[in-house]
């Protein structure tokens, strides 16, 4: 019984010494995100009921740091990964229709050309790039033009939120004093 005491004695002693050779990176300064519609339909799935997500976005969370977003740090007419870090994604858990053009449910990349008065939002079969450098038109599955919105106040960070539509959801994005709002029809 001494003996196994101390085997496990050594392992515990291992196992601690192992674990602080880990070096843990700091906190992103672009942190991931989800946007679920609707909001609430993960926790209806913890809770031991169906998930009854329509979409979800993935995306990194940019800040404003004090500089100017549109126009300059993200040049007008050119194509946007729509976050930071990887490329966003948009998910879809059942058909949809953007733009007139019908989706599959499955995983597609969503991206933007911001311009002043209007964004080009994309939807692409490409997925998993880093940002937006190997971007392939190629890919588009529908463009959709938006009107921009000037905020009042600034969005800090890059945000995105789906809002109920009566024939489906929105999907808002804001940063900035700046803001879009892309329809996605189901029903």
Request: aromatic share 10%.
């Amino acid at each position: 019984m001494k003996k196994l005491s101390i085997i496990i004695a050594l392992a515990c002693f291992a196992i601690a010494v192992n674990a602080q050779d880990v070096k843990f990176p700091p906190l992103d300064p672009s942190p991931a995100d989800l946007a679920y519609f609707p909001v609430n339909a993960t926790q209806k799935a913890v809770k031991g009921g169906p998930v009854l997500a329509i979409a979800k976005v993935t995306y990194s969370r940019p800040a404003k740091k004090d500089r100017e977003i549109f126009g300059a740090l993200e040049g007008f007419g050119k194509v946007y990964r729509l976050g930071a870090n990887e490329s966003t994604e948009i998910k879809f858990f059942k058909p949809v229709t953007v733009g007139g053009m019908q989706i599959a449910a499955g995983s597609y990349g969503l991206f933007a050309i911001p311009n002043k008065d209007k964004w080009t939002i994309i939807i692409s079969k490409d997925t998993d790039h880093w940002g937006a450098y190997t971007y392939d038109e190629a890919k588009d599955i529908v463009r959709v033009d938006v009107p921009v919105k000037a905020l009042d106040g600034v969005v800090e960070n890059l945000s995105m939120v789906f809002t109920p539509a009566a024939d489906g959801a929105t999907l808002n994005i804001g940063w900035d004093k700046t803001a879009v709002a892309l329809p996605i029809q189901f029903k």
